[in-house]
């Protein structure tokens, strides 16, 4: 375990080719842990593709609960930049290219619902896992109408969106609320759809390190 003096907190796995960094980001009102697994990727030193993220509070607080516009407005790109700096100054390595692409998430988590120039595209669960995915950022926002929101952002109507919503919860992608409520969340389903290598367990593990890494801080 290392860590720079106000910089992130580094592990670096014994075969060195797996990392985990996490980072203690203030955004003016509270502050905020966030962890990035890597893998190494070739042989170059210095070169980290990110497998997945977490955020989680600093310091649980009730009144300032974690929500989807938190997480779109942390600078994902600069921490995992930054993490990579940390990794390749620890290994002596150079720092690679972020190959990162700025894009709108729910443009892509939405694409099979929304039209565009090659039309509509196909809609599997995987597509529905997307839509329950959004539709759950909203409702722990405190959206009460999901499906009118959608439809403001996206376009269409609601009562397409409102369908489109029963359609996921039928899949199994969206747990069951009483017939005309909004409301549930993701399901495991949902998210094994979303990211094949999740699972409960995994996440325990990611918890589990991330209160290990802060407490070694």
Sequence with gaps: ???ESGGPVVWLGESGREAFVVHRHDDGDQEWLVAFRLAASGDALGEWRPVEFAVRQAVESESLAMSSKTIRALPIGELLAASRKALSAQ???RTGSTGLRLVNPSAVYLAPFLEDARG???RD???YAGLALEYSFL???????PAKTLAAQHGGV???WANRIAEARRRGL???VKPGEAGGGMTDKAMKLLNPAWSPEADALIDAQIAEMEGDA
């Design 1 to 3: 375990m290392a860590s």
């Design 91 to 93: 290994r002596g390595g």
């Design 120 to 122: 509509r595209q196909p």
């Design 125 to 127: 669960d995987v597509a």
């Design 139 to 145: 409702v722990q926002d405190g959206d009460r109408t």
């Design 158 to 160: 609601s009562g397409t």
């Design 174 to 176: 969206l747990t069951p």
